[in-house]
């Protein structure tokens, strides 16, 4: 069965204190790894699509990496405004679905 | 940029009341979803449509239907409103292709059914 678990389920940096999330994923064949950001009250806010381990992508503070079993995305010296739920979402090459991770809650304070 | 909008950012609605939640995507994408997402639930498929008129069931069909009468519009239907659908609904559209296509979501609606 295809899953994905997401841990922490919540983490709280002081700003500057560089971390990592983590996402483990079951899939029968990788179709496409993503991670979005969430703002409470609103809609997920794409961020980084990975289709191969080894592969990496960078965008400001965040960089995303992907091995046959997992994801991490790397915060490197967060600021407040990084403050929001981040969710890992697989999709298999067996259907269109996409299977998504309940989130981890990240906290930054100043 | 993509855009996904959503008809009602918040509604309130009676137990028993058929619900109409409408789902717009102007990228000219094949795929569309629902999903409803809750509290330490995360986000669960509902329905999803892979093209005009087409639809599949997610993991949480019950109660729900939809409609896809053009490519750009996906409906979500509650039959019969219950409380235990008080949710927040979100709505999704992403290309077609082999290798994985980027789901992009709309600002979410907020449901309250008293």
């Known amino acids: 069965e295809d899953q994905v678990t997401q841990s922490p389920e919540a983490l709280r940096l002081q700003e500057g204190e560089s971390s990592s999330l983590n996402c483990s994923y079951t899939?029968?064949?990788?179709?496409?790894l993503f991670w979005y950001r969430q703002d409470p009250g609103k809609g997920p806010e794409f961020l980084f699509t990975l289709y191969s381990a080894g592969e990496e992508k960078e965008k400001e503070r965040l960089k995303a990496t992907l091995t046959k079993k997992e994801s991490f995305l790397h915060i490197t010296a967060p600021k407040p405004e990084d403050s929001a739920t981040y969710l890992c979402?697989?999709?298999?090459?067996?259907?269109?679905?996409?299977?998504f991770g309940t989130g981890t809650s990240l906290t930054v304070i100043p | 940029d993509v855009k996904v909008t959503q008809s009602s950012r918040y509604l309130v609605k009676r137990t028993g009341e058929k619900v109409f939640l409408e789902c717009v995507q102007d990228?000219?994408?094949?795929?569309m979803f629902w999903y409803r997402q809750d509290p330490g639930l995360g986000l669960r498929l509902i329905y999803f449509s892979y093209d005009v008129k087409m639809k599949e069931k997610g993991d949480i069909p019950e109660g729900y239907s939809v409609s896809r009468e053009k490519k750009e519009r996906f409906s979500l239907i509650l039959e019969s409103a219950s409380t235990n659908q008080t949710s927040m609904y979100l709505c999704?559209?992403?290309?077609?292709?082999?290798?994985?296509?980027?789901?992009?979501f709309g600002p979410g609606t907020r449901l309250l059914v008293l």
């Open positions: 899939v029968s064949g990788l179709r496409g």
């Open positions: 990228m000219d994408h094949e795929n």
């Open positions: 979402a697989v999709q298999a090459y067996t259907g269109n679905q996409f299977y």
């Open positions: 999704a559209s992403s290309l077609y292709g082999q290798e994985g296509k980027t789901q992009y």
